[in-house]
Nanobody, 116 residues
């Protein structure tokens, strides 16, 4: 079992920054990748960014150059640094952890609201 706890969401003006954190606990040894999805009202959930244990990253095209995903050295916490935020980034952001044993775990979600 893996538990994910997110923090760092909130309200920010366009052009501002936020940093999301996702702390994993439990069977963290089984995690090989972590990432973030987001879902805006009335829209499909989309994958924003992922980072593997080896440090490989992938990003949604619309956030490239603005968002940076990283993990701490213990590989138990993932971060999403979001800069130059736009109103269209407004969504609930969900942390994910992909494991070799059970599959994907999801966090509870954190709201990010960007005002124009």
């Amino acid at each position: 079992q893996v538990q994910l706890v997110e923090s760092g969401g909130g309200l920010v003006q366009a052009g501002g920054s936020l940093r999301l954190s996702c702390a994993a606990s439990g069977s963290i040894f089984s995690i090989y990748a972590m990432g973030w999805y987001r879902q805006a009202p009335g829209k499909q959930r989309e994958l924003v960014a992922t980072v593997t244990t080896g440090g490989s990253t992938n990003y949604l095209d619309s956030v490239k150059g603005r968002f940076t995903i990283s993990r701490d050295s213990a590989k138990s916490t993932a971060f999403l640094q979001m800069n130059s935020l736009k109103p269209e980034d407004t969504a609930v952001y969900y942390c994910i952890a992909d494991t070799r044993t059970v599959g994907r775990y999801w966090g509870q979600g954190t709201q990010v609201t960007v005002s124009s």
